[in-house]
């Protein structure tokens, strides 16, 4: 079975600020991807940025990144220039063959 | 294009008593999935169907729960009977295909209160 660890419970950042959520990950399998979610008050989920484990290359989407290590089954997002609406619970995800397996979540403040 | 539409958004009920979501997925998308996130944590698959069938229901407590797809369109879940474990938010995604890589579309989800 696939675990998935996001070691920060909370965060907070300055607007406009830079800062990196943190997630590690353990499985035998050798192809999966990776997600990153973002889950604001109103409660649904919204995809951020998604990660093949075949591509070597890290994923950006705007002002988002992420930083995949494979061997050390590490996969942290960096958010630049934080905005205020980036506030919100952030979780990272693993999925293979139809199995998905979330972290327990990361809680970003973005303080004005 | 509408999004995931679950209903109701909050249901509280006694111990014991039965309850039911609904789920009505994005257009043409063959993929729903059934979550529960428990308070403080992340979300955790209870069913997968791809069109009607269910594909994997292994997490799913069977003696309590069920779960229908009708013609590969919406979906209900429910609960009988319920139990104050229970509480939690039960969420609904759906993706367009059947490949584990695809982008998840979720609803905003049900919370219920088990008292």
């Known amino acids: 079975a696939q675990t998935v660890t996001q070691s920060q419970p909370e965060m907070s950042v300055q607007e406009a600020e830079t800062v990196t959520l943190s997630c590690t990950y353990d499985?035998?399998?050798?192809?999966?991807?990776l997600f990153w979610y973002k889950q604001p008050p109103s409660r649904q989920m919204i995809l951020v940025i998604r990660?093949?484990?075949?591509?070597?290359q890290n994923a950006t989407e705007n002002r988002f990144s992420v930083n995949f290590q494979k061997a050390a089954k590490s996969f942290s997002l960096k958010i630049s220039d934080s905005q205020l609406g980036d506030t919100a619970m952030y979780f990272c995800?693993?999925?293979?063959?139809?199995?998905?397996?979330f972290g327990d979540g990361t809680t970003l403040t973005v303080k004005p | 294009e509408a999004g995931v539409v679950q209903s109701p958004r909050y249901k509280i009920i006694e111990k014991k008593q039965p309850v039911a979501f609904w789920c009505n997925p994005i257009?043409?998308?063959?993929?729903l999935y059934w979550y529960r996130q428990n308070l403080g944590q992340g979300p955790e698959l209870l069913i997968r169907?791809?069109?009607?069938?269910?594909?994997?229901d292994s997490q799913l407590p069977k003696d309590r729960f069920s779960a229908e797809r009708l013609k590969g369109v919406d979906s209900t879940l429910k609960i009988q009977p319920a139990e104050l474990g229970d509480s939690a938010v039960y969420l609904c995604?759906?993706?367009?295909?059947?490949?584990?890589?695809?982008?998840?579309?979720f609803g905003s989800g049900t919370q219920l209160s088990v008292l």
């Open positions: 995604a759906s993706s367009p295909g059947t490949e584990y890589n695809e982008k998840l579309f």
């Open positions: 499985t035998s399998e050798n192809n999966y991807y």
């Open positions: 990660q093949e484990a075949y591509k070597q």
């Open positions: 995800a693993f999925f293979n063959a139809g199995k998905s397996t």
């Open positions: 257009s043409g998308h063959n993929t």
């Open positions: 169907y791809e069109n009607e069938e269910a594909v994997d």
